[in-house]
Structure formats: structure tokens, C-alpha cells
Nanobody, 124 residues
């Protein structure tokens, strides 16, 4: 099993920044890709960004390209993925979920392990 714990969410004004973290523990060797998804009230969970094991391969949703950056730290067994969110907009308001799986997919079905989520609220 793999446990994923997100942190870093909160309330921020439009135009501001937040950095989300997701710490992985357990059988971390059982996956190579990590991703962020988000779900706003009344909407489907949607892909935000994903990153491969080495960090050299990334993928972003069009809605966040140029504003968000995903990265990961595999050193010293940290097994942590980050999402730096800049120029935040009210439409970025959602619960953000961390996910882990094998391969980078813009679809939630490609991921096996999920965190509990962290709330991000952007005020106008």
C-alpha cells in the first residue's frame, strides 16, 4: 500500500500563490508517476499536472499551463511531490488531490493511489 498526504492548501486572494505538497510513504517503489487532480463543487475531478519518476517528464492541463509547476523530490527517501501555483484565479478553487500510478495519464483511471485532498480557495 501507498499512503499520500497532501498539505499546503488554504485561502488566497486572486493573483496570489500557494505551494501544495504531497508526501508519499509505504510501498513507494510500486509506482513511478505522481499527479495532481482537483475537484470543484458539483464538478468532475479533473487532471491538473503529472510528473514522471525522474522529474524530466511533465504534463499539464491547458488551464494551468504557465501558472502552475509540478516538481518532485526523491532524495533521502522524501518521496514528495509539489505543486507551485501562481497567478491564482477564483476558478482554481477546488479540493486538490495527489495521486500515484505507473505512467503519466490525464485521466484519473490511470492512478492507483490517492490522497485525502487539500482545499484551495481563491477569493476575488
Amino acid at each position: 500500500q501507498v499512503q499520500l498526504v497532501e498539505s499546503g492548501g488554504g485561502l488566497v486572494q486572486a493573483g496570489g500563490s500557494l505551494r501544495l505538497s504531497c508526501a508519499a510513504s509505504g510501498r513507494t517503489f510500486s509506482y513511478d508517476a505522481m499527479a495532481w487532480f482537483r475537484q470543484a463543487p458539483g464538478k468532475e475531478r479533473e487532471f491538473v499536472a503529472a510528473i514522471g519518476w525522474s522529474g524530466s517528464v511533465t504534463s499539464y492541463a491547458d488551464s494551468v499551463k504557465g501558472r502552475f509547476a509540478i516538481s518532485r523530490d526523491n532524495t533521502d527517501a522524501k518521496n514528495t511531490v509539489y505543486l507551485q501555483m501562481n497567478s491564482l484565479k477564483p476558478e482554481d478553487t477546488a479540493v486538490y488531490y495527489c495521486a500515484a500510478g505507473n505512467g503519466i495519464f490525464p485521466d484519473r483511471r490511470g492512478y492507483v493511489y490517492w490522497g485525502q485532498g487539500t482545499q484551495v480557495t481563491v477569493s476575488s
